[in-house]
């Protein structure tokens, strides 16, 4: 088969901050073509819907795969998977990624025929098999596990046992100097390890992953790195190097490869308390950048969300990154009960550390015990809304006042390290990537102001609706939540 997978459109967030490779989609193409199939992939992240037709219209593909990570990015692939059917009415239209896995159902009915199936789970177990059944029988595709289509559902999704099994198509994707990650510009992504064994409220990532926690090959894994071009590299792993013991084997076969990058990931407080002595191995290495999830300043706040995690731990963890020289960006969950006076003291304690300091808004999405519990209290099911920068539960002040505290306090935090302030800390960095061309990183110091606006984020609660996400079965428990089969977890 000729086979066409496509990365939807950038989210508010990306607009500015960042704009990572499709790993997932990436890797999904690797094992299509081990597979016999012939692959394309257009990232619409730096591609437009031009570039998607133009192709359409000179291939003709026989298969079309859409990735769909964010419940945002649901309206359009929905209405490029019906338009693609009016093109290429005999072609395969399968949609796969995180937030399809728990929507299957609904994106299907959305689509009104246009989608064949929806695959939950791990694509990259399936897209083989999927692609080979598609070929002699669309009927029984929905036999498959992980597959579901208007005729049915097949069996649990596949688990993949071995995650460095198959390596990123990294070949196929384009325009690659466009993916960065603040400073590291260009920046290419690599994943060590694959789920969470912790369960936090809001996160649906133990739930996809059925509470497993796999890890890379060590040599495999620093193999895959030297094929990376790119001078930065982001580690996609949801928790880095919950266990030590593979953090130093990783450390010990990149130094012995003699491989110089910058890395930035993301990590658990905890988890850096505990194994502070495997960051300190891989700040040696190049890790520059570090992202703590802290999600709340306060003890009733961490409880909220089951961080399982104290206070004091969090603001030790802090005090070691610092420690370690280690540049640090937290994130911190505004909740819509927010009143004017706790947007002042998130501002208050934010400018007084030095840390990176982003705000996201407490947002119900499928596959979250968050969903769950407050699903019926949403005051949109505009998908388009749920972005972690719109408030989609009632706001205790008026939804105006919401989004004016919100983005003044975002524009406070940015302040501190975007525009003049950022680029006379950085003016010989910037030069230097100019000189090569690679201008993301600039360009994004003053991108602010023309993303983050409180009438923008206002009006698009005015956007008329045509796609809404359904409630919650009555009665769903946690138990429906998972994708995979809940494994054992180790911490």
Same mark, same amino acid.
């Given at each position: 088969m000729? $086979? $066409?997978?496509?990365?939807p459109?950038?989210?508010?967030?990306?607009?500015?901050?960042?704009?990572l490779e499709p790993?997932?989609?990436?890797?999904v193409?690797?094992?299509?073509r081990?597979?016999?199939h012939?692959v394309?992939l257009?990232d619409? =992240?730096?591609?437009?819907?031009w570039?998607?037709?133009r192709?359409?219209?000179?291939?003709?593909?026989?298969?079309?795969?859409?990735?769909?990570?964010?419940?945002? *990015?649901?309206p359009?692939?929905?209405?490029?998977?019906?338009?693609?059917r009016?093109?290429?009415?005999?072609?395969?239209?399968?949609?796969?990624g995180?937030?399809a896995?728990? /929507?299957a159902g609904e994106l299907?009915?959305?689509a009104?025929?246009? /989608?064949?199936?929806?695959v939950?789970?791990?694509g &990259?177990?399936?897209? @083989?098999?999927l692609?080979?059944?598609?070929?002699?029988?669309?009927?029984r595709?929905? &036999?498959l596990?992980?597959v579901?289509?208007?005729?049915?559902?097949?069996?649990?999704?596949?688990?993949?046992? *071995?995650?460095?099994?198959?390596?990123p +198509?990294?070949?196929l994707?384009?325009?690659?100097?466009?993916?960065?990650?603040?400073m $590291?510009?260009? %920046?290419?992504?690599?994943?060590?390890?694959?789920?969470?064994p912790?369960d %936090?409220?809001? %996160?649906?990532?133990?739930?996809?992953?059925g509470r497993?926690?796999r890890? +890379?090959?060590p040599?495999?894994?620093?193999?895959e790195?030297?094929?990376?071009?790119?001078?930065?590299?982001?580690?996609?792993d949801?928790? +880095?190097? /919950?266990h030590? &013991?593979? @953090?130093?084997?990783?450390?010990?076969?990149?130094?012995r490869? @003699?491989?110089r990058?910058?890395?930035?990931?993301?990590?658990r407080?905890?988890?850096?308390?505990r194994?502070?002595?495997v960051?300190?191995?891989?700040?040696?290495?190049?890790?520059?950048?570090?992202?703590l999830?802290?999600e709340?300043?306060?003890a009733?706040?961490l409880?909220?969300?089951r961080k399982?995690?104290?206070?004091?731990?969090?603001?030790e963890?802090l005090?070691?990154?610092?420690s370690?020289?280690?540049?640090?960006?937290?994130?911190?969950?505004?909740?819509?009960?927010?009143?004017a006076?706790?947007?002042?003291a998130?501002?208050e304690?934010?400018q007084?550390?030095?840390?990176i300091?982003?705000?996201?808004?407490?947002?119900?999405?499928?596959?979250?015990?968050?969903?769950?519990s407050?699903a019926s209290? %949403?005051?949109?099911?505009d998908?388009r809304?749920?972005?972690?920068?719109?408030?989609?539960l009632p706001?205790?002040?008026?939804?105006?006042r919401?989004?004016?505290?919100?983005v003044?306090?975002?524009r406070?935090?940015a302040?501190k390290?975007?525009g003049?302030?950022?680029?006379?800390?950085?003016?010989?960095?910037?030069?230097?990537?100019?000189?090569? @061309? =690679?201008?993301n990183?600039?360009?994004?110091?003053?991108?602010f102001?023309?993303v983050? *606006?409180?009438?923008r984020?206002l009006?698009?609660?005015e956007?008329?609706?045509t796609y809404?996400l359904?409630l919650?079965?009555a009665? =769903?428990?946690v138990?429906? $939540?998972?994708?995979?089969?809940?494994?054992?977890?180790r911490?």
């Amino acid at each position: 088969m000729d $086979l $066409l997978l496509v990365h939807p459109s950038p989210l508010m967030y990306s607009e500015i901050y960042l704009r990572l490779e499709p790993l997932g989609l990436e890797l999904v193409a690797e094992a299509a073509r081990r597979a016999g199939h012939v692959v394309s992939l257009l990232d619409l =992240q730096v591609f437009g819907h031009w570039d998607f037709w133009r192709h359409i219209h000179k291939r003709r593909p026989d298969a079309i795969g859409f990735s769909l990570n964010y419940l945002a *990015n649901v309206p359009e692939v929905v209405d490029l998977a019906r338009a693609a059917r009016l093109a290429l009415p005999r072609a395969f239209i399968f949609v796969g990624g995180h937030s399809a896995s728990f /929507i299957a159902g609904e994106l299907l009915e959305h689509a009104g025929g246009a /989608i064949d199936c929806v695959v939950r789970g791990e694509g &990259e177990a399936i897209v @083989g098999r999927l692609l080979e059944a598609a070929t002699h029988d669309r009927s029984r595709v929905h &036999e498959l596990p992980g597959v579901v289509s208007l005729t049915g559902s097949g069996p649990p999704p596949l688990r993949v046992p *071995n995650i460095d099994g198959v390596t990123p +198509a990294r070949d196929l994707t384009r325009r690659r100097r466009k993916y960065f990650l603040g400073m $590291l510009d260009p %920046c290419a992504s690599i994943e060590f390890s694959r789920g969470c064994p912790w369960d %936090c409220t809001f %996160c649906s990532a133990w739930t996809f992953y059925g509470r497993s926690y796999r890890q +890379a090959d060590p040599q495999r894994a620093a193999e895959e790195l030297t094929r990376i071009r790119e001078p930065g590299v982001f580690l996609v792993d949801d928790v +880095a190097f /919950i266990h030590a &013991e593979q @953090g130093l084997a990783l450390a010990e076969e990149i130094a012995r490869r @003699g491989i110089r990058k910058q890395y930035y990931l993301e990590t658990r407080g905890d988890v850096l308390l505990r194994n502070r002595e495997v960051f300190r191995r891989w700040r040696q290495l190049g890790l520059r950048y570090l992202f703590l999830g802290l999600e709340a300043v306060d003890a009733e706040g961490l409880r909220r969300y089951r961080k399982r995690i104290g206070l004091d731990h969090n603001f030790e963890a802090l005090e070691c990154a610092r420690s370690l020289g280690l540049t640090v960006a937290v994130n911190l969950i505004a909740d819509p009960s927010w009143e004017a006076e706790r947007f002042a003291a998130v501002r208050e304690w934010a400018q007084s550390v030095p840390e990176i300091v982003h705000l996201t808004v407490n947002t119900p999405y499928p596959g979250t015990e968050t969903w769950l519990s407050e699903a019926s209290r %949403c005051i949109t099911r505009d998908y388009r809304l749920f972005d972690v920068q719109h408030a989609v539960l009632p706001t205790q002040l008026p939804l105006d006042r919401f989004y004016e505290e919100l983005v003044g306090t975002q524009r406070v935090l940015a302040r501190k390290h975007l525009g003049w302030q950022a680029l006379r800390k950085t003016a010989w960095h910037a030069v230097r990537l100019g000189l090569r @061309g =690679q201008t993301n990183f600039l360009r994004m110091l003053w991108k602010f102001s023309r993303v983050y *606006n409180a009438r923008r984020q206002l009006a698009d609660h005015e956007r008329p609706v045509t796609y809404e996400l359904g409630l919650p079965a009555a009665g =769903q428990g946690v138990g429906s $939540l998972y994708v995979l089969s809940p494994a054992g977890a180790r911490q």
